[in-house]
């Protein structure tokens, strides 16, 4: 039979200990986020659904009077992923899953000391955290480069709607007079977080069913990118109808906070029409309503062994965090890309060099490139951009998100297999167009020496390394040549495909295996 004890008062003691040890842990990525929620202005609503979530565990604390046995022992399975989890992400240099793996910590102790019952009083408060969270790198520019499109196009179709001549190129609404460049910034981001945080808050005010509330999500990020498109229309037409600096300055900053506000209005006014008039009748009574069933009033034995495991367990992880912390990573020797041949496959290059403003927002550590010419045959350009230590904010960028922005159309993407040596390895092959140009574009991802042609298998890989290595170095590998009208895509491709096979044999030296 299992040991268990009475309910005492070093168990209610033991949980506030254990999660102020797992917030002290926390401290440098605590840090980290802060400075995201200071520097990044779509993720400055941090603070205020942080207090929203504490709130929440205020409103909710009549369930730490009672507590039962269902699921300790899932709680202490919970810990063990999140501690693993996080001490992986903390070598691998990963800071978005230490935040996540954080919130999976909390909600296992919790589990695990009141079961179900204390699992129901924290699950609210940890479900909106997430969205306050910067999301990966990656997933982030996937993000903006997609609402940067969207918006732009929406937002051209409603300034020909009152009859203004646009001319748009990519991200590039053009007026005749001026030119308006759709920005990162205004790609929407600073409002579809915030907003569908507050979708989730919405529906948690409400005693709908689940589906529902998810549907009250997805409306707070349709409107969302609708009323961003709608800004970006009004900035171009006072612009066109007044002058230029009405898309700048006070006005623009002005012009964002209105419009949230409106935007957050009209948000909560669509998901209420969505409403029965019974449940629109118990607002305020969602999450805020708690119930304590009559049989878990009464103190019950608490299982021993799951608490003990958990105690031991948080421990263990807080040393071992550490420990990984002082780890100092691991960076390989090579050589610098002003040694890069300038001479691969009979070809003759002719170097280059990128906008600082790309410099700045890729954060490479070295970066080469260089339009490789022959007599015969359009040239091809070679851009490779190399992280000594990749994190949260220095990550290669995906082609596949940065190509659409500057206004080209993705016509073919398939992955398929180039010959490295003895070797195939899984590279991207991308066939573009904008109006009459064409261009075939290969790319891969390399990482101490594997090659991968996903991004998402880029991220898990890199997570993964962290077991085996504390290098966390990697590099995009992206080259791309015209297709002329008298050139066909085979020619194209055998062409990249040969001068690709030479290539592998130089890029050990300038990116290691």
């Given amino acids: 039979m299992e040991l268990t004890l009475q309910r005492s008062d070093w168990t209610r003691i033991a949980l506030p200990v254990l999660i102020g040890l797992i917030l002290i842990v926390y401290i440098p990525d605590a840090h980290l986020l802060w400075e995201d929620w200071v520097n990044l202005e779509e993720f400055s609503h941090g603070p205020l659904m942080l207090a929203v979530s504490f709130y929440l565990l205020w409103a909710r604390r009549a369930l730490l009077d009672s507590y039962d046995n269902r699921g300790n022992w899932v709680g202490v399975l919970f810990c063990l992923i999140a501690a693993f989890v996080y001490s992986l992400a903390v070598k691998a240099g990963i800071e978005n899953v230490r935040h996540l793996s954080l919130f999976l910590m909390v909600f296992g102790l919790f589990i695990?000391?009141?079961?179900?019952?204390?699992?129901?009083?924290?699950?609210?408060?940890?479900?909106?955290?997430?969205?306050?969270?910067?999301?990966?790198?990656?997933?982030?520019?996937?993000?903006?480069?997609?609402?940067?499109?969207?918006?732009?196009?929406?937002?051209?179709?409603?300034?020909?709607?009152?009859?203004?001549?646009?001319?748009?190129?990519?991200n590039i609404i053009d007026l005749g007079n001026l030119k308006l460049a759709v920005v990162e910034a205004c790609a929407g981001l600073r409002y579809l977080y915030p907003m569908i945080g507050l979708g989730v808050l919405a529906g948690m005010l409400f005693d709908i069913p689940l589906w529902k509330r998810g549907l009250f999500v997805v409306l707070a990020a349709v409107v969302s990118v609708i009323m961003n498109s709608v800004r970006i229309f009004l900035t171009g037409a006072f612009a066109e109808w007044t002058n230029t600096d009405v898309s700048d300055g006070f006005f623009h900053l002005f012009e964002g906070w209105v419009f949230f506000l409106f935007s957050f209005a009209i948000m909560l006014a669509v998901c209420y029409l969505t409403l029965t008039k019974k449940e629109k009748a118990t607002v305020g009574a969602g999450v805020l309503k708690v119930s304590v069933p009559e049989d878990l009033k009464d103190p019950k034995p608490h299982y021993l062994a799951p608490i003990c495991s958990v105690i031991a367990l948080c421990v263990v992880f807080a040393v071992i965090v550490n420990v990984v912390r002082t780890i100092d990573p691991v960076i390989p020797e090579r050589r610098s890309f002003d040694s890069f041949p300038l001479q691969i496959d009979n070809m003759i290059a002719e170097e280059d060099n990128l906008p600082d403003v790309e410099q700045t927002i890729l954060n490479m550590s070295d970066y080469f490139l260089g339009h490789y010419r022959a007599d015969d045959t359009p040239p091809i350009t070679l851009f490779i951009g190399y992280y000594e230590q990749q994190s949260a904010n220095n990550t290669p960028h995906s082609p596949r998100v940065c190509i659409p922005s500057g206004g080209w159309k993705i016509e073919d993407l398939s992955e398929m297999e180039l010959k490295n040596g003895d070797q195939m390895v899984p590279v991207n092959r991308v066939l573009i167009s904008r109006g009459e140009n064409k261009l075939l574009v290969y790319y891969w991802?390399?990482?101490?020496?594997?090659?991968?042609?996903?991004?998402?298998?880029?991220?898990?890989?890199?997570?993964?390394?962290?077991?085996?290595?504390a290098r966390t170095d990697g590099a995009l590998v992206r080259l791309y040549m015209p297709i002329k009208s008298t050139m066909s895509e085979v020619l194209a491709d055998k062409k990249l495909t040969q001068f690709s096979e030479e290539l592998f044999k130089v890029l050990p030296a300038y990116v290691p295996n």
């Fill in 112 to 170: 695990t000391f009141g079961g179900i019952t204390y699992g129901r009083y924290v699950l609210p408060s940890l479900i909106l955290l997430p969205f306050v969270v910067p999301p990966p790198a990656f997933l982030n520019a996937n993000l903006t480069y997609g609402l940067q499109l969207v918006s732009t196009d929406m937002s051209v179709v409603m300034l020909r709607a009152v009859g203004l001549s646009v001319f748009q190129d990519g």
């Fill in 445 to 469: 991802f390399q990482q101490r020496g594997k090659f991968l042609a996903n991004e998402y298998k880029a991220k898990f890989n890199l997570l993964l390394g962290g077991l085996t290595s």
